[in-house]
């Protein structure tokens, strides 16, 4: 059995790691299983490079965090309920955002994932199928390193508050904080607009702005997309707080903006960490596979009422 070798996803950062040697032999032996879990912990983030390109290998990997998953619109594709349960696949295709005059398919806010959800599931595993010749790029920023960043003004202005999440009613074109200058939704695909007309008279959840780990550090972990507010501050100010909140975190964080390669994969820590997709010409196909892995920090719940 070959063993794994980790090392620092780039020096410049404080998170992330890369895995390398990871394949189908080794990735059920516990002891490689224990290391990449405890990276996982420690980093938040893992590259994973030179993997076989399996449906297979990518649940295997995603096992080592937890069990699966469905994804939360039931509408996406899986791509095989029965063999893979929560393995879903994204094209992006009809989507399109204009971006200081360029159409751009695919472009995601900066986000964590289900926000909209009282249960925050623990991550995901993504691989790329289809790889666009330009953009195409998947971005993290890890909420540890927001949290340190940020002005402690700001800051101590977050740290027992609550930001309302919806599916629906603060996504795409309804997106009311941190939309980019100069961008403007232009289409949503027919499948995407059927799946939130589903979710449109479901409650609003809450999340905290700022959480602890147990490990001790604090985390700045705030969705731009579908956040709708501050609890209990829904005004012109809270709104301009929450708007504040967000191009201060733009300005600080230290992004990782990952450029695919075929036999690469991607886990990260849902918790901690917030992430983008940066969209790429109409004209190139983009197709990724993802998983999702069940989980919950405990802190979120559903607005009353």
């Not at 879903?88 to 204009?98: L, M």
């Not at 999340?207 to 609890?231: C, F, K, N």
């Amino acid at each position: 059995m070959s063993a794994i070798k980790i090392e620092p996803l780039d020096g410049s950062l404080s998170f992330g790691c890369q895995v390398h040697g990871l394949n189908a032999d080794n990735v059920t032996d516990a002891s490689v299983r224990q290391a990449i879990s405890e990276a996982f912990d420690r980093h938040g983030m893992i590259l994973f490079t030179e993997m076989d390109r399996t449906d297979e290998l990518q649940m295997a990997v995603s096992s080592i965090f937890g069990p699966p998953q469905d994804y939360a619109f039931h509408g996406k594709v899986q791509v095989d309920p029965k063999a893979a349960q929560g393995l879903v696949e994204f094209n992006y295709e009809g989507n399109i955002v204009e971006a200081d005059g360029k159409p751009i398919v695919g472009w995601v806010p900066w986000h964590f994932d289900a926000c909209y959800s009282p249960t925050l599931n623990r991550g995901g595993v993504l691989r790329a199928l289809e790889i666009p010749t330009e953009g195409g790029l998947t971005g993290f920023a890890d909420g540890i390193q927001l949290y340190n960043a940020i002005s402690p003004q700001l800051r101590a202005q977050f740290e027992n508050a609550f930001i309302l999440y919806h599916h629906t009613r603060a996504t795409f074109e309804n997106q009311r904080f941190g939309v980019p200058a100069g961008y403007r939704w232009v289409s949503m695909s027919p499948h995407v607009k059927a799946l939130f007309e589903a979710k449109k008279n479901e409650p609003r959840s809450l999340h905290p702005a700022i959480w602890q780990r147990d490990s001790g550090e604090r985390v700045l972990h705030v969705s731009a997309w579908q956040a709708t507010g501050i609890y209990q501050r829904e005004d012109a100010e809270g709104d301009a707080l929450l708007e504040a909140l967000c191009q201060e975190m733009y300005d600080k964080m230290e992004v990782y903006w990952h450029q695919w390669q075929p036999t690469d994969m991607v886990a990260w820590d849902n918790w901690r960490f917030v992430h983008s997709a940066a969209g790429n010409d109409p004209k190139y196909p983009r197709l990724v596979r993802r998983t999702t892995i069940a989980g919950d920090y405990g802190l979120g719940r559903l607005e009353e009422g």
